[in-house]
């Protein structure tokens, strides 16, 4: 096949909040410095659903939609040196390129390399390498495009993983698993001793959980409105588990319940937002400790959107921040949250609530709002 077109089935987005539609596509070889990848496993993340939603500024219809997952190289294109066919990868939406000043620099992994055609779903070169059977074609996203048994990526959006490593527990490292754990280890660089609150007991939240564990935080606290999220909250290294729509006395309100579970009621050393929900960004914000609490942004809020704050609050020494894929450097620093996972530091299987046939997409997209989910993944 190298060199030459392949037909597979894709699930392609051809319209906002329209079912994805299951169909024979044509994948084009990899061009200069892009690989061609079979997707092995992919997992569906709320950013899917968001961009599906037609809510996403850089939403572009038709496309194929699909971020989180693993694969093996079947085709490389000319000057690419860090892959062969066969190699095991997980897929990038926040490339590494090494060279830009934002690789170079050790305080961000937010590459430019590829991100500006990224965002307007093409190649780097500009043109796309998927199209229907009538010809047309058809977006990229997010640099990835998993949901389709065949994609082409730049060789910037990619890693290669040990062929050892389960390609299903691979997938989920592409984006929520990462970002949480990742905003905890490096983002908030979380201490030993200290207090941590997560808003959102989804993937995201409980990844953070973990890396707050990881890093022996000595309380952290799980904040859902979903009574069922308990159980999960605790299983993945919660100390406490607080429901704002019953465990709230009269007159108190999150923040001043927060505020009163510190040690010295001075408020909590690090707090994440894992909803969007503007109002709890800044209510995390209000929650974390006078003169040296750190907030950490990791939801993706609706466009439109404005998170606010009285800016008392940052002159008392709180700090705003906010993350993308949790700070990792998706190509130097997988290999230590692979690590970390077989350390016992870091769950993955444990957040695949769900698996699906390919053919079962659209339920998928249904699973992830029953609060019951945490990942779907399918394999191809
Ligand atoms: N396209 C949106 C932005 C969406 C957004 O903020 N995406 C998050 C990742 S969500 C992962 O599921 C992110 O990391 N963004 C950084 C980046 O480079 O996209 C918009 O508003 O235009
Ligand atoms: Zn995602």
């Given at each position: 096949t190298e060199g030459k077109p392949i037909e597979c089935l894709a699930a392609v987005a051809y319209e906002a909040n329209k079912p994805l539609v299951i169909e024979k596509i044509t994948v084009e070889p990899p061009k200069t410095h892009e690989i061609r990848v079979k997707i092995l496993d992919s997992a569906l993340c709320h950013t899917d659903a968001y961009t599906l939603s037609g809510a996403d500024p850089e939403g572009l219809f038709p496309c194929i939609l699909g971020h989180e997952a693993s694969g093996e190289v079947e085709s490389v294109g000319p000057e690419v040196t860090d892959f062969t066919p066969g190699d095991h990868v997980i897929l990038l939406y926040t490339a590494e390129c090494g060279e830009c000043s934002f690789c170079k620099s050790p305080d961000t992994n937010l590459c430019v390399a590829v991100r500006s055609t990224q965002g307007k779903g093409v190649m780097p070169d500009g043109t796309v390498r998927f199209k229907n059977s009538k010809g047309e074609p058809i977006h990229h996203f997010m640099g990835c495009s998993s949901f389709s048994e065949y994609t082409v990526v730049a060789d910037v959006s990619a890693v290669k993983i040990d062929k050892s490593f389960a390609t299903d527990k691979a997938a989920l490292l592409g984006c929520g698993v990462t970002t949480g754990y990742g905003a905890a280890l490096k983002t908030a660089n979380v201490k030993e001793g200290s207090s941590v609150a997560i808003f959102g007991a989804g993937a995201v939240g409980l990844a953070v959980a973990q890396g707050a564990k990881a890093r022996n935080a000595s309380k952290i606290i799980m904040i859902d409105t979903n009574p069922n999220k308990k159980t999960w909250a605790t299983d993945f290294g919660a100390t406490d588990f607080v429901n704002p729509?019953?465990?709230?006395?009269?007159?108190?309100?999150?923040?001043?319940?927060?505020?009163?579970?510190?040690?010295?009621?001075?408020?909590?050393?690090?707090?994440?937002?894992?909803?969007?929900?503007?109002?709890?960004?800044?209510?995390?914000?209000?929650?974390?400790?006078?003169?040296?609490?750190?907030?950490?942004?990791?939801?993706?809020?609706?466009?439109?959107?404005?998170?606010?704050?009285?800016?008392?609050?940052?002159?008392?020494?709180?700090?705003?921040?906010?993350?993308?894929?949790?700070?990792?450097?998706?190509?130097?620093e997988m290999n230590q949250l692979i690590q970390d996972h077989k350390d016992g530091k870091l769950k993955l299987s444990e957040f695949i609530t769900h698996r699906r046939k390919f053919s079962e997409i659209n339920e998928a997209f249904h699973d992830l709002h029953q609060g019951d989910c945490l990942r779907t993944t399918f394999s191809f």
């Open positions: 729509l019953t465990d709230l006395k009269k007159d108190e309100t999150i923040v001043s319940k927060l505020c009163s579970m510190s040690p010295d009621g001075y408020g909590i050393d690090y707090t994440f937002d894992c909803t969007g929900n503007v109002q709890v960004m800044s209510d995390a914000l209000m929650a974390s400790r006078r003169g040296t609490g750190v907030s950490v942004i990791i939801g993706v809020a609706k466009s439109g959107e404005v998170a606010s704050i009285r800016p008392f609050f940052l002159v008392t020494g709180r700090t705003w921040k906010g993350t993308a894929y949790g700070g990792i450097k998706g190509r130097s």
